[in-house]
């Protein structure tokens, strides 16, 4: 398996997703408008398969499937949508590699070797 770079180890993250980095762009941004304050928008990765969900009790729901390359047990985690989105607005390449491993440690974010990024997932 493609490890995103060198300097991640298997013990740091053992979910891998690879996605359209244009298509989760957009569709961060649609959904991220029915987060609450805080910015909570809820990633479920499945089998190449990625679910966003967001809430809010004045906008209500909103949900967007992405199709991933990812074949890993599923995981449910949270973050801030607007984090995410500036890594994405800064990367240039068709892809990004979203290294995880578990709901609670940090998101390794990678467009190569030359642009990485470490985003700290919230409690759900």
């Known amino acids: ?8 180890e298997e013990k740091d993250g053992d979910k891998v997703v690879v996605v359209d980095r244009g298509m989760l762009a957009a569709a961060l941004r649609r959904v991220g408008l029915a987060s ?3 910015l909570a928008t809820f990633l479920d990765f499945g ?16 949900r967007e499937q992405l199709p991933v390359q990812y074949g890993g047990e599923p995981i ?3 973050c801030n949508w607007q984090y995410l989105l500036d890594f994405l607005d800064a990367a240039r390449g068709p892809t990004v590699t979203l290294t995880l491993k578990d709901p609670t440690s ?11 990024n470490v985003i700290m997932l919230m409690r759900a």
Not at 2 to 8: D, E, L, S, T
Not at 48 to 62: F, Y
């Open 76 to 78: 449910h985690v949270c």
């Open 36 to 38: 609450d304050l805080n």
């Open 47 to 62: 089998q190449n398969q990625l679910t966003i969900t967001a809430r809010s009790a004045e906008v209500g729901d909103a």
């Open 106 to 116: 940090p998101m390794l974010l990678a467009n190569g070797l030359a642009f990485i």
């Open 1 to 8: 398996r493609p490890r995103p770079f060198a300097c991640v």
